[in-house]
């Protein structure tokens, strides 16, 4: 169900130029659909077969509201939206440390905050420009050359093609970054640890519509509870970055038994889903900083150009604020990029700057609390009813 978007009209659009969305999730999506309205011709390239589904819920709220509105997307992801969703701080014999959160019933104040599966989110922005955009599934770009007419792109299949603009969408690692900017060390800040994220079709571990959170120094495992599902989370800080092949899911598995085999509360219940399968999503956790978010006529959006880590807990509602405060530049400077990329990052990059600060001070310490000192901390914090994620 997508209502009909708010027309944009900008006479001053290079109609039909062709533009290169290089990521298939949020930022590419959002990006692909904003282009597209302002009249560009607009591919995606994404490098998996397919949509890239899994993964834990994504917060809707504030200015990601105004902006899924404008795209006539809010109604869909309003009917999908979960439940509000209490949090709880659990000690090892499961004793509520403190909780908080949205009031609901019929006296409780209009929401403004909003949960989706990120399956459903994706769904919707897909749906949004499926037909309109060409979408290339399985392809990537493997060459990129900065010209005056144009980006002259060599695909991975050997397609060489030019465009006039190119947005690299493509997540954390972002293979357009890593063509256009250089290494990925010069803009990866390690925020101290690792992640590992599964979904399970298994209920009854913790209620329905809760989180729960259970720390030791160094070591956090979080649950979220649903009707159908259980997110599992868990997560370690480490003194430094540790070597591993992003591709050895048994090595993964096994930093996960070696960190937090032998912990009380439900940690247990949930190693036994890391051994079945595959099927999860195992990262640093880092932020990505960069001075600049476009270089000639190449920009990245989202995680690519400013990721924010999970830790910030609003990496998707990011991406979405990021590709439409893009588009509003673009609106605002027409066939002129270098203004738009420019008054794209001049607005955009103080209220990055504040979400990543927060993630990396108060989110990392309430959330994976390195000592005890910091768990006392964030203990008394809950007392006196000072956190709210
Ligand atoms: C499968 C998956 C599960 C996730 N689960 C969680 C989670 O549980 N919690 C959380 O906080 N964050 C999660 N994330 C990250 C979260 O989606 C992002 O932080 C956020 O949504 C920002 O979106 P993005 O579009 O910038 O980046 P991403 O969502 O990471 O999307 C990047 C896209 O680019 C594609 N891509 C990568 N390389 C190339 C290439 N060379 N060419 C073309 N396309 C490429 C990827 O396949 C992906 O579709 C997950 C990401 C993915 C891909």
């Known amino acids: 169900m997508v ?12 109609s039909d130029a062709p533009v290169l969305v290089s990521g298939a999730s949020f930022a590419g999506l959002a990006t692909a659909y904003w282009l597209n309205r302002l009249g560009y011709r607009v591919t995606v390239v994404e490098v998996a077969s397919g949509l890239r589904k899994g993964g834990t ?3 809707i709220e504030g200015e990601t509201v105004g902006i899924l509105e404008r795209m006539g997307m809010f109604d869909a992801v309003r009917a999908k939206a979960l439940p509000p969703r209490t949090f709880e701080f659990k000690d ?10 949205l009031e609901s019933g019929p006296d409780a104040p209009p929401r403004t905050r909003f949960e989706i599966h990120r399956d459903d989110l994706l769904e919707i922005l897909f749906a949004g420009i499926d037909g309109s955009v060409e979408l290339l599934f399985g392809r990537s770009i493997k060459q990129l050359n900065d010209g005056p007419e144009g980006v002259t792109v060599t695909l991975d299949d050997g397609t060489l093609r030019t465009y006039a603009l190119v947005f690299g969408c493509d997540g954390n690692r972002s293979n357009t970054r890593k063509l256009v900017f250089g290494a990925e060390k010069n803009f990866t800040y390690f925020m101290g640890g690792y992640v590992y994220l599964k979904v399970v079709p298994v209920t009854g571990i913790l209620p329905s519509n809760v989180s729960q959170v259970f720390s030791v120094p160094r070591r956090t495992a979080m649950l979220n509870g649903y009707d159908d599902r259980t997110d599992i989370g868990l997560a370690f800080r480490t003194e ?3 070597e591993y092949d992003y591709l050895d899911r ?3 598995r096994a930093m996960i038994h070696d960190h937090f085999d032998g912990l009380s509360w439900k940690v247990p219940a949930a190693l036994t889903h890391v051994d079945t399968d595959d099927d999860f999503y195992f990262d640093r956790i880092n932020q ?3 001075p600049f ?7 990245l959006v989202g995680d690519a150009g ?6 910030a807990g609003m990496g998707g509602s990011m991406a979405i604020i990021g590709a439409g405060r893009l588009a509003e530049a673009l609106e605002r400077h027409g066939a002129d990029y270098t203004a738009a990329f420019q008054d794209y990052h001049d607005k955009l990059q103080a209220f990055v700057d504040e979400v990543q600060i927060r993630a990396a001070n108060e989110g990392m310490a309430t959330i994976f609390p390195a000592d005890d000192a910091e768990i006392s901390e964030r203990d008394r914090k809950l007392r006196d009813g000072e956190l709210d994620l």
């Open 57 to 59: 819920p994504v917060d």
């Open 306 to 311: 400013y990721c924010v880590s999970p830790v």
């Open 92 to 101: 090892a014999q499961d004793h509520t440390l403190g909780s908080f959160g």
């Open 293 to 299: 978010w476009s270089k000639g006529r190449v920009a």
């Open 240 to 242: 430094g970055e540790i």
């Open 3 to 14: 209502d009909q978007p708010v027309s944009v009209q900008n006479p001053h659009t290079p």
């Open 288 to 290: 990505i900083r960069m």
């Open 250 to 252: 048994a090595q993964q």
